[in-house]
């Protein structure tokens, strides 16, 4: 218990634990008479308030007087200082009760504050007492009620800063994103939310949470609300972590690339042949663009579209003419995707046994090419050490892809080449 003194001299004397106790000071303190008035009283714990009661709570607050005076004639005033601003301000009604045990009493917001008290009896005797109270926000008002069944796709992240490769697959999720619904009835906002996996320590400002490879499947959360005063509600819930892209699957990766003639004409649907792939084949769009995934099963695979038979597509006397004025040395064919398109018969030259070839192919003679595929296909990075003889070297004609293979393989394009057509008249769709 708290007694607090003053005389006309000494102002605020303060004698803990003790009651009506009117002959000790403190040693510095030197009275010059005895005490014959006090207030005595026990500081009161915190006072919690809620939403419900508008963020302010019910205080009371007794004290006890005593003096060796009549107490008849007492003068008591009372003041409340909100939030310890050095502005206190009367408050008669909040005093209730019958000398020597009375109480203060009222609805007060949260904060720290002070009750005031100056007493005066009728031998002119004062005595004075500050009560410190506090009321805070000590919950929150509302619990966070978690969304469950969330499920999220593992996406191409490189965070680890190793160029991508296997293993890469990230996904960002947000503590917001399982909350059911927004708490907006709290003393105390902002709610701020955070999230970890369970076993994992709780931290406020942990707003979202990466997750990889390491967590395909079902992860376990807790998705927590904190109110402004730092009080704070929690729930379990769990988020399925799917890989449907196999960013996780070793050996599992992407194609992407384009077939499509030396004019950009794309091959619509063009099959592609894949070796050393647990799957044979894949294929183009109706816009000549492959994206599709695929499971290596060496350390070494191939891709290279296949051609389709159509022998006579883009093939007519115009060629002819074209290929023959190139041999007679009039027009030479321009760049070497022409030159291989004009070696119809696959001998890596142009000859008239070429001429020969293309004319029974668009008389309907021959309908079909002894040695060479109806199309050939030169990946499209790939670049001629003399263009004028695009046979100077064994012409590339497939892509090959050596462990260890990242997720992603991209531009994988290629040239098409019509055999017979050098003057790009082949349907390509
Ligand atoms: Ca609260
Ligand atoms: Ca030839
Ligand atoms: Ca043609």
Redesign the pocket.
């Known amino acids: 218990m708290n007694s607090v003194t003053l005389n006309p001299v000494l102002r605020f004397i303060f004698l803990c634990c003790l009651v009506f106790t009117t002959s000790v000071h403190p040693a510095h303190a030197v009275p010059d008479k005895v005490q014959s008035l006090s207030i005595a009283f026990d500081t009161i714990p915190q006072v919690c308030a809620d939403f419900e009661g508008n963020c302010s709570a019910f205080v009371s607050y007794d004290f006890e007087l005593s003096t060796d005076c009549t107490p008849d004639g007492l003068s008591i005033q009372v003041f409340l200082d909100l939030d310890n601003a050095g502005a206190p301000v009367p408050v008669p009604e909040a005093l209730t009760g019958d000398f020597p045990n009375f109480t203060l009493s009222g609805d007060y917001p949260i904060g720290d504050h002070n009750f005031e008290i100056i007493v005066v009896n009728a031998c002119a005797d004062t005595a004075t007492a500050i009560l410190p109270f506090s009321v805070a926000d000590c919950s929150l008002d509302e619990p966070v009620i978690c969304l469950n069944g969330i499920a999220v796709l593992l996406e191409p992240g490189d965070s680890d800063n190793d160029s991508l490769s296997y293993g890469n697959g990230e996904a960002m999720i947000y503590a917001s994103d399982f909350v059911h619904e927004p708490i907006t009835a709290d003393c105390s906002l902002p709610i701020k939310y955070a999230i970890n996996k369970v076993g994992e320590p709780v931290d406020p400002d942990q707003g979202h949470l990466q997750l990889n490879c390491e967590d395909v499947g079902t992860v376990i959360l807790q998705v927590w609300a904190f109110d402004a005063a730092g009080n704070s509600s929690v729930c379990e819930t769990y988020i399925l972590v799917l890989d449907n892209n196999y960013l996780c699957t070793e050996g599992a990766f992407t194609l992407q690339g384009l077939i499509a003639t030396e004019e950009g004409d794309p091959l619509a649907f063009n099959a592609l042949e894949l070796q050393g792939f647990e799957d044979d084949l894949g294929y183009a769009d109706a816009l000549g663009y492959f994206d599709f995934l695929a499971f290596a099963q060496s350390d070494t695979a191939t891709v290279a579209p296949l051609s389709p038979t159509d022998y006579t597509n883009?093939?007519?006397v115009?060629?002819v003419i074209i290929v023959a004025d190139h041999l007679a040395g009039i027009n030479p064919l321009p760049g070497p995707y022409k030159r291989i398109a004009a070696d119809v018969n696959g001998s890596g030259s142009i000859s008239v046994s070429d001429l020969i070839s293309m004319q029974k192919i668009f008389l309907g003679i021959s309908d079909s090419l002894s040695n060479a595929s109806s199309w050939r296909y030169i990946p499209a990075a790939y670049t001629f050490p003399d263009p004028s003889n695009p046979w100077f070297e064994p012409l590339p004609e497939s892509i090959q892809l050596t462990a260890p293979f990242p997720t992603l393989f991209t531009d994988l394009n290629f040239v098409a080449i019509k055999l017979g057509?050098?003057?790009?008249?082949?349907v390509t769709d």
């Open positions: 883009g093939v007519s115009s060629d057509d050098v003057n790009g008249t082949a």
